[in-house]
């Protein structure tokens, strides 16, 4: 990989696992300064430890504002500057409307959908200072919706919509907005999901197919970061061929 990130400093969260983890991995190997985040600081602190290049852990919940501003001004103390955010922590808790548990519906709009939206606040000045770029990492689900992904997809179209918004608000002050909307990614994403019904059906769909790696959409947020400035890679949707 080439190392057209030399020092560029960017936030990812939701490091601790999956896509953020190997998205993480892949701006190090491309020489960034990587600030990781999230709630699980073991994991960060391991993922630190296999990094190719210099790496800060910064604890993290998104669902909690004060939280949030204290990541993004660890990020800017240490580094000195805010180069790119990828906002990337997310939750998903598949299940039908009818008899549904609600608190889950809390839980994945607060993650998902506020606090998505308290990082880009949080470090969106910072990205205008430095003609920056806001990654906004979405889904499949934020274009389609499907029965058993209700909430999860009303918080995927919504996100979606606010970064649209933002790439209006921020563009012409020369920050790029990347909408990721990822297919089916064999992660721990669907192990959080309670009802047994949907997590037996997920985990058929993934043996289904050749699922995308965590790597497979690394790659390309790597690919959108490193156009040249004038180039705004604005949505990428990248599913696994097999996927209908
Ligand atoms: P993982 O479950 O492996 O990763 C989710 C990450 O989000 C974890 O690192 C977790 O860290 C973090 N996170 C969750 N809640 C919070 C919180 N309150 N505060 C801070 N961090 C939090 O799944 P993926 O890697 O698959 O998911 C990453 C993103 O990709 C999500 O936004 C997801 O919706 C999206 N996506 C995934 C797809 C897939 O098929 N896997 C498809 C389309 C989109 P911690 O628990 O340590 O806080």
Redesign the pocket.
Known sequence: MNRKLESKVVLV??????????TALALSTAGALVVA?????E??QELVEEAPGEMLAVE?????RE?VDRAVAAAVERFGRLDALV??????LAGMVVGANTDEWV?MV???LL??MFVAHAALPHLVETHGAFVQ??????RIASAGAAV?SA??FGITAFAEAVRQEVTSRGVRVVV?????????????TTDPVMRDAADQIGRSMR??Q?ED?ADAIVFALTQPEHVSINELLVRPTDQV
């Open positions: 969260t939701g490091a601790s696992s999956g896509i953020g983890r190997a985040a999230g709630r699980r600081t994991n960060l993290l919940d998104v669902t909690d939280s906002n990337n922590a997310g939750l998903m839980r607060e993650t998902n606090g998505s990492v979405s889904s499949t689900s934020g999860y918080t995927k990721v909307e990822p297919g089916f990614v064999e992660t721990e994403l669907t192990d959080h699922t995308l965590p959409i």
